[in-house]
C-alpha cells in the first residue's frame, strides 16, 4: 500500500485485525502534532489507528528496499537459462521472523477468544471463500504473468546497456521485487508498458 491509498483507506474503512498485546510509545513534539492533525483532517480515524497504518506503510517500503544479495547456490534458471542464485540478503531472514512472529501473535489472538479470518468457519465464510476462489486463481495468475513479464523486460533491457549476465539479471530480480503488487488490483486500468492482448 502506498501513501495516496493510505488516504483513500482513511476516508473509508478500518484496517485488519489487531493483535492482542499493546504497544506504548512516545512520540517526539512534532510527530505528535503531526498525527494529531491527520487525525483531526480524518475524523473517521483515530490517533492509534493513524500510528498503525503509517507503521504498516513504512514497514513495507523498507521490506521493498532490502538488497538482493546473490548467493552461492542456484535455486532454479529462468526462461533465458541463466542461473537464480539465492537471495542471502536481509530479504529471507526478515520473512522468516515475520512468519514465525505472526504465527505467535495470532495464537495470541486465539488464547483472548477474539475473532480471526483464519478461525472463522461459518457458513457465510465459507461461502465467500468459495466464491472468491477463481478470483484468486485470476490474480495469482496476473500477479505469475506480470512477474515475469518484468523480469524479462528489465533483464533485456540491462543487457542492451552493457551489463554482463549477473548484473542484468540482479537489475531483474530488482524490478520485479518493486513490482506494484497494488496496481494488479485494479484489472480495469491499465499497466504501464503493459503490452498483453485479451
Not at 499493546?22 to 510527530?31: E, G, S, V, W
Not at 521472523?97 to 504465527?103: F, G, Q, V
Not at 478461525?119 to 478470483?135: I, K, L
Amino acid at each position: 500500500m502506498k501513501f495516496n491509498e493510505l488516504l483513500q483507506l482513511w476516508e473509508t474503512t478500518a484496517g485488519e485485525q489487531p493483535t492482542a498485546r499493546a504497544y506504548a510509545i512516545n512520540l517526539p513534539l512534532h510527530q505528535a502534532a503531526r498525527i494529531h492533525a491527520l487525525a483531526e483532517m480524518f475524523p473517521g480515524r483515530s490517533e492509534t489507528q493513524i500510528i498503525t497504518d503509517l507503521l504498516g506503510v513504512a514497514l513495507n517500503e523498507l521490506e521493498s528496499r532490502l538488497p538482493y544479495v546473490a548467493g552461492q547456490h542456484v535455486i532454479a534458471e529462468d526462461e533465458f537459462g541463466d542461473p537464480m542464485y539465492e537471495d542471502v540478503g536481509l530479504t529471507p531472514r526478515f520473512t522468516f521472523l515475520t512468519n514465525e512472529h505472526a504465527r505467535q501473535l495470532k495464537t495470541e489472538i486465539r488464547a483472548t477468544g477474539r475473532h480471526t479470518p483464519e478461525t472463522d468457519t461459518s457458513p457465510v465464510a465459507a461461502g465467500v471463500q468459495a466464491r472468491d476462489e477463481g478470483a484468486c486463481r485470476h490474480l495469482v495468475e496476473s500477479v505469475h504473468s506480470a512477474c515475469l513479464q518484468k523480469v524479462q523486460t528489465a533483464y533485456e533491457q540491462a543487457s542492451i546497456s552493457g551489463l554482463c549476465g549477473e548484473g542484468a539479471w540482479e537489475c531483474a530480480v530488482s524490478a520485479m521485487r518493486h513490482l506494484d503488487i497494488d496496481a494488479l488490483l485494479k484489472p480495469d486500468e491499465a499497466q504501464p508498458g503493459d503490452n498483453r492482448t485479451e
